[in-house]
């Protein structure tokens, strides 16, 4: 199994923190998130991540260019039109890299190691995480669940069963039919608007079954906004220091 973390976009709701990096390469614990990300991949066995970036691009290539890989390979993949686009063309650009099992991490997404060996023990062949919150933020990529399959995905859905997690996984036919839809997506007229979710959508519209795991009381999050990464920071920490989930503090 490869990995591809999308990691183009500048981060603008960050500002003053990503006016020169993105942030991909913000520090947690004495980590940037992309280290964060990649450590756990490599605990997880995987060996292959191609990392998508746009926004301070030579700064990401630089820091990947410096960092011990302990044996991975890790490829950079440029989109040329990240200043105009979302997630769902970062995925295109890496589209040839659509060729064996994949886990899709969203560049600015924080969790402990538990969530990952969560997700890739799941062996449907598409696999939606999500966690269950006391209430949704306009901004939420919401889903809705029934019976463990995933029905809905968006940031408008009402009722919803929980937030999405940005770490999914596809494997066999599942690389498949996330390439047909994401060939479809990107054939519409708002294509540069949309997020990959937008090929999720696709895929449950055709009747596809896709899959969901509930990563309960694991600490996951996605940092959007500066209390975000003050959120991840306290949490990162507490995670390093054995503390229990249960325990974590979401601020």
């Not at 390469?25 to 995987?46: A, G, P, R, Y």
Request: charged fraction near 25%; glycine fraction near 6%.
């Amino acid at each position: 199994m490869k990995a591809i973390i999308l990691a183009a976009g500048r981060g603008q709701r960050l500002q003053p923190h990503t006016n020169e990096i993105p942030k991909c390469l913000l520090t947690l614990d004495n980590q940037t998130i992309l280290e964060h990300q990649i450590n756990h991949l490599k605990s997880c066995e995987i060996q292959e991540v191609n990392v998508v970036v746009g926004f301070a691009s030579n700064k990401v290539e630089e820091f990947l260019g410096n960092y011990d890989s302990l044996g991975m390979k890790i490829n950079t993949i440029y989109n040329p039109f990240w200043e105009s686009t979302n997630s769902l063309f970062s995925l295109w650009a890496a589209r040839f890299e659509l060729n064996s099992n994949v886990v899709l991490l969203n560049g600015d997404d924080v969790f402990e190691l538990e969530v990952l060996k969560q997700i890739l023990s799941n062996k449907d062949e598409i696999c939606v995480p999500y966690k269950i919150k006391k209430s949704y933020a306009a901004e939420d990529m919401k889903v809705q669940v029934k019976n463990g399959q995933l029905i809905a995905i968006g940031k408008d859905l009402t009722n919803a069963s929980g937030e999405s997690v940005g770490v999914r996984v596809f494997r066999g036919e599942g690389v498949e039919i996330l390439k047909r839809s994401l060939e479809k997506e990107i054939r519409t007229q708002d294509f540069n608007l949309k997020w990959y979710a937008s090929s999720i959508s696709r895929i449950i519209q055709r009747g596809h079954k896709i899959m969901t795991t509930n990563i309960k009381d694991l600490y996951w999050h996605d940092v959007d906004y500066p209390n975000d990464l003050e959120n991840a920071k306290i949490n990162i920490n507490r995670i390093s220091s054995g503390k229990k989930s249960s325990k974590l503090k979401i601020v």
